[in-house]
């Protein structure tokens, strides 16, 4: 079935630093990747659609300069959590979904926790 | 304001019985319904999705029934396996499924044998 990759799966790591976090489809092209954050006891929520070759468009509430997404191919998307801090910390999900049209379920990668001490 | 709503956090089956996990939604833009099911430290799998313009869907064990005037769906599994001890989150897309979807947050499964 479809593959996502989803690297790293855990950080750790100081308030103010950026964090890069790589999406990848390993077995079809995307032109459309999503970033969805979950908060503890809470759903998945939508952050950005990141669309190939144009900029990411964000869901309301979510600072675009905080977190900078570049979908530089169709099987490659990442996200830079820039000066993170504690708030921050959050469980980072990303999704792809095949290019070849008609209703096409979303593929997930298994996540990125993301710890700001 | 949740657009998707699983009321029910966990559920506990007897293996071998029917498991009937539920789910609401309040948008009426939605003609896209999907299932996914996830285990611990690994990202949702994708189950079974049904289109608004049908009432059922079925694949294997697995069955989703979509009640549009109740805006309510439901996702069955008969026999109910130990392996499928999950937690099942029910989502929902406008658009015919190009956008990102909203979540429902979740109902633990626990299947006991």
């Known amino acids: 079935g479809a593959v996502v990759s989803q690297h790293p799966s855990r950080v750790i790591c100081k308030s103010g630093t950026s964090v890069k976090i790589e999406c990848r489809s390993l077995?079809?092209?995307?032109?459309?990747m999503f970033w969805y954050r979950q908060f503890p006891k809470q759903s998945l929520m939508l952050m950005a659609t990141?669309?190939?070759?144009?900029?990411?468009?964000?869901e309301q509430g979510v600072e675009k300069d905080k977190f900078l997404i570049n979908h530089a191919s169709l099987t490659l998307s990442t996200l830079t959590v820039t000066s993170a801090h504690p708030e921050d910390s959050s469980f980072y999900i990303c999704?792809?979904?095949?290019?070849?049209?008609?209703?096409?379920?979303?593929?997930f990668g298994d996540g990125t926790r993301l710890s700001i001490l | 304001d949740q657009q998707v709503k699983q009321n029910s956090p966990s559920l506990s089956v007897q293996e071998g019985r029917i498991s009937i996990l539920n789910c609401d939604y309040t948008?009426?833009?939605?003609?896209?319904f999907l299932w996914y099911k996830k285990y611990p430290a690994e990202g949702p799998t994708f189950l079974i999705s049904i289109s608004s313009i049908k009432d059922k869907n079925e694949d294997g064990r697995f069955t989703v029934f979509l009640n549009k005037s109740a805006k309510h769906l439901s996702l069955h599994i008969v026999p109910s396996q130990p392996g499928d001890s999950a937690v099942y989150f029910c989502a929902a897309v406008s658009g015919g499924g190009a956008d990102g979807l909203t979540f429902g947050k979740g109902t633990h499964l626990i299947i006991q044998p």
């Open positions: 948008n009426s833009m939605f003609d896209y």
């Open positions: 999704s792809a979904s095949s290019t070849s049209g008609g209703n096409q379920p979303q593929h």
């Open positions: 990141s669309n190939e070759g144009s900029k990411a468009t964000y």
């Open positions: 077995d079809f092209q995307a032109t459309t």
